[in-house]
């Protein structure tokens, strides 16, 4: 089964870096290579906002305003493991980060839409002041 696995949350001072990572299981490279993958946050009581989303095919990156400048998203070669490198962390950064990947390369219109076809579940990124 296709399967998505963060890792790297936890508790980091504000204007401090992070980095996650998601692997991508059940899927051949090759397949896995083509999908488009994103990183959407959630906070309690608030509804899940896309964050970054790339395509591997096509070299399509789009960030959220609100982190533009601040993280990059990447992947391996093989495409199968997301990265997002968190920079200058601040309060409102705190959430729940959660992967996510679909069978085709990023809507250029909407690439933050609910969607994804497949879920990871989810680390938890604090930033503290």
């Known amino acids: 089964q296709v399967r998505l696995s963060e890792s790297g949350g936890g508790s980091v001072q504000a204007g401090e870096s992070l980095t996650l990572s998601c692997e991508l299981s059940g899927v051949s490279a090759n397949i896995g290579s083509s999908y488009c993958m994103a990183w959407f946050r959630q906070v309690a009581g608030k509804e899940r906002e896309g964050v970054a989303a790339?395509?591997?095919?096509?070299?399509?990156?789009s960030y959220a305003d609100s982190v533009k400048g601040r993280f990059t998203i990447s992947r391996d070669n093989n495409g199968n493991t997301l990265f997002l490198q968190m920079d200058s962390l601040k309060d409102e950064d705190s959430a729940v980060y959660y992967c996510?990947?679909?069978?085709?390369?990023?809507?250029?219109?909407?690439?933050?839409?609910?969607?994804?076809?497949?879920w990871g579940q989810g680390t938890q990124v604090t930033v503290l002041s």
């Open positions: 996510a990947a679909e069978r085709t390369h990023c809507s250029r219109r909407d690439p933050f839409h609910l969607g994804f076809d497949f």
């Open positions: 790339i395509s591997s095919d096509d070299g399509f990156i």
